[in-house]
């Protein structure tokens, strides 16, 4: 099970967007001790759902373009892109947690498309390789 913090580290959006999710029916979970839970398949539903995945695409969209003219605002950053194989929604939750911890992550995004997983992610160049050794971890079973 999944809870809502977790969630909104995943998809690098904030609380409120969620809890409209929940209320318009596009996230289903149950509240457990005053506390929303998720479970597997009901992160899978709301990933699969063309109004989650047009929102997300137009965050990491304007990340991508604010980088690529300019008007991203720190001069020391680095833009990565990877595809890799999919990785599970445990797999999810570690990434996610460990790009948190990261002192300077500007933009995280992982989406699970076609069997493969895209990351992206605006950060220093030290968090970048960081993360990319993280990935490749995973790539390798570890």
Request: hydrophobic share 35%.
């Amino acid at each position: 099970m999944f809870k809502l913090n977790e969630i909104m580290e995943m998809l690098n959006i904030p609380e409120r967007t969620i809890r409209r999710h929940i209320k318009l029916g596009l996230l289903k979970g149950e509240k457990i001790a005053g506390t929303w839970r998720f479970s597997e398949d009901d992160l899978n539903n709301y990933f699969s759902n063309a109004v989650v995945q047009q929102t997300q695409a137009h965050v990491k969209f304007k990340e991508i373009f604010d980088y690529l003219n300019g008007i991203s605002k720190n001069e020391n950053e680095i833009v990565i892109i990877k595809q890799t194989n999919k990785l599970t929604l445990t797999k999810n939750k570690e990434l996610s947690k460990y790009v948190s911890n990261f002192d300077d992550p500007l933009y995280f995004h992982l989406d699970n498309k076609f069997g493969k997983s895209i990351i992206t992610f605006n950060g220093s160049e030290k968090s970048a390789i960081s993360l990319l050794h993280k990935i490749n971890l995973f790539d390798n079973g570890k």
